[in-house]
């Protein structure tokens, strides 16, 4: 009885001692022996580990150990024996190096990118050649693409990246391309593409090629071409059909550039650099490497681009010699091509998709609908439920200014039709051939827009349809629909500076002059005492009775003109100016075309009302987000509602919170604009060009010229360093109809937000009745 139950007690223990004693004697069998001597000084020294090898034959050291002995490159391991550092090191003698910090991560890992592309071109063939290339080359290939010539004329290309080397010759050329390449470019990019202006490249197939090849080979890839000669050993790359080099084969190339300079004669540019290459590195051109085929196609003078269907021209990488007019009709060409086989990969995904999903749990309710797109968004709390407009094909049922109903506007009615348009094409797609579709017309329409995905619709449609017997019917049917997202493009912007000086130009009229005293208050600390670069112009407005009486005691101005100077005495460091503008009206462009006359084409303008204020952010932006022949700011400010509305039982605060209740950004204002004076006078010219010198309307607006009469970028948003008091502003019968209606509309959005106004009715109606 004992014996059992001793017996189920170390049962259930008995694999671990059994484990246990097994490591330890397979340890004890391994243990190496250690002859351990002292020394003097009583420190243990540890000597070499004597294990017996065979002659020709190195034993493997245990992975705890340290050995003393030699590489296998038979290079010296570094004595690993732990020493003592003291904490109170000597000060190192001499001036100290400067420890270089990065600026970005990739530049202290190395990353580089990935493909640079020189256009050999030259100054005959700059304005023709050239640009048909950047057309069809530039914007398609993510990397740098430079247009390297020997001189070109003064004027260039708009929107070109052009370096003159210097030499028109084209054997030297080629050596000046090849430096210009290493000096400047060589640490920033893995791979050289070498380009002549007369080939059309497929940018797609392009970076296809790049991205597949390894970065470290030194690789000469293009078109193989026999040297003059056949003696010469090795090939060279065609020049036409596009020269592909490595940045290693480049550096490994660099310190024999000015041999080659010397030793190689050759007229052609690219039986140069082949020998140059071939005769100092052993490189010699290829067209195939790692499986990737590098294809090209040379172009006949007498054929035609319309007759020419071959193979090889549709597999081809590169198309050679062809005319600016040949170059356009390629690129349409590969590039309904290239779209046509984007659907069809997308349709073979939809399928695949659909096919793998049914493996799922739930089958194919587990792939979101439609294939491809994310699923919906899915809230989290009730807050964040996303709202469904109904819409007709006139009029949306949910308004920004929180009306029962309004128009849609001109986008959103082409929007709305495209979405009825593409939902009878697809159900005429659906019941073809046997019912004829026709006659649409929207019952109910319902969109919302998903973050996550895009647009979705949900429309009932009402149809006319027709069988082929001749029968026909009133069909109604229920579609949904998805415009998805697109892929969000980064739009390159040049960089800018926040020194630039900031010249205010401050319109006031004659009802305005309380107001812009108040505002050369407001303005002093942002513009005196701060230091700020920045210079004050008022453009003074007169009526033609009031413009008689200028400079005269009777100046309508007087007060506002004295209160300047003494501003602009007592701080020498800043500008303060008037221009005075005779106007019959209150025509805001006639005192921008004043001032813009008064300034250099590179000044900086910011554009202000007797309304706003400012401060060292507000210059800031506008130094940062103006951008002299790109972009125009117009910054969107924060209006104070009426104080007796929003504090009708005590004071109202010095400066609004930016709360719902202490007002709200006006997006219909475009009183705040930030822009170049070069640029305001080239939008004003090709406006006065298309009006052909009419009278200006008062409806015209500064936003109004650049939205409409220049290609700048016009950047509008909220900025909640502006804002403005509320004032009541004078709106005069002058002003064209559409300019006196937004002033009208101004006034009563600037008076409080609708559960103010009607609290406000709410007391007096309760006060009336008592």
Known sequence: MRTAMLVSVVRPIGPILVGVSLGFTLSLLSVTWVHENCDSDGVRATEEMLVFQPDGLKGARKPSSISTGTTDNGNTEEDLRPRIVSYNQPAP??????????????????????????????????????????????????????????????????????????EEHSGPAIFQVLRYLLERHAADYDWFYLLWDDTYVQPDRLKALVSHLSMDRWLYMGQPEEFIG??????YCRGGAGILLSRALLLRLQPYLEPCRTHVASARPDEWLGRCIVDYTGISCVEQHEGLQYNSFEMEESAVLNAVERVDLQKALTVHPVSPEQMYRLHRSFTQRELQDTYQQIQDLQVEMKRVSCCAVDGNRSAAWPVGVPPPFWPRSRFEVLRWEYFSEEELFSCA??????????????????????????????YAPAVVLSAPRLVNGYRRFDPTRGMEYTLDLQLHAQTESGRSRALTRRVHMVRPLSQVEIIPMPSVTE?????????????????????????GPVMFEAGENAALTLLLLYDPDEAKRVGGTADIFAELKAKAAVAERGHPNVEVSWVSVRTEGPGLLRALDAASRKHAADALLLLVTVDTVLNGDVLNRCRVNAIAGWQVFFP???????????????????????????????????????????????????????????????????????????HLHVFRGVEPALWQAHRRCACEPQLGDGALQRCLQGNLRGLGSQSQLAMLLFDQEQTSTT
């Open 401 to 430: 200014d929180g009306a029962p109903k309004c128009q849609l506007s001109e986008a959103d009615r082409q929007d709305v039709a495209d979405v009825i348009q593409e939902a009878v094409r697809e159900l005429s797609e659906k």
């Open 499 to 523: 020194g630039t000086r900031v010249h205010l130009l401050l319109p006031v009229s004659h009802t305005e002059r309380g107001a812009a005293l108040r505002f050369l208050e407001r303005c």
């Open 230 to 235: 056949a003696e010469a050993p090795g090939r």
């Open 636 to 710: 969107v400010h924060f209006q104070a509602f009426d104080p007796r509305v929003t504090h009708p039982h005590g004071p109202p605060p010095t400066a609004p919170d930016l709360v719902r209740e202490a007002g709200h950004f006006d997006r219909h204002a475009f009183g705040e604009a930030c822009f170049y004076n070069g640029d305001y006078v080239a939008s004003r010219a090709r406006q006065s060009a298309e009006s052909h010198g009419d009278e200006l309307s008062e409806d015209v607006d500064a936003y109004d010229v650049f939205l409409r009469n220049s």
């Open 93 to 166: 003698q001499g001036p100290q190096k400067k420890v270089f910090r990065a600026k970005y991560a990739s530049v202290e890992l190395g990353i580089r990118e990935r493909l640079f592309v020189a256009i050999l071109t030259s100054k005959t063939s700059l304005s023709t050649q050239a640009i048909a290339v950047n057309r069809t080359l530039r914007h398609h290939v993510e990397g740098h693409v430079v247009f390297l010539t020997g001189s070109h004329g003064p004027k260039l290309p708009h929107g070109m990246p052009v370096f003159a080397h210097g």
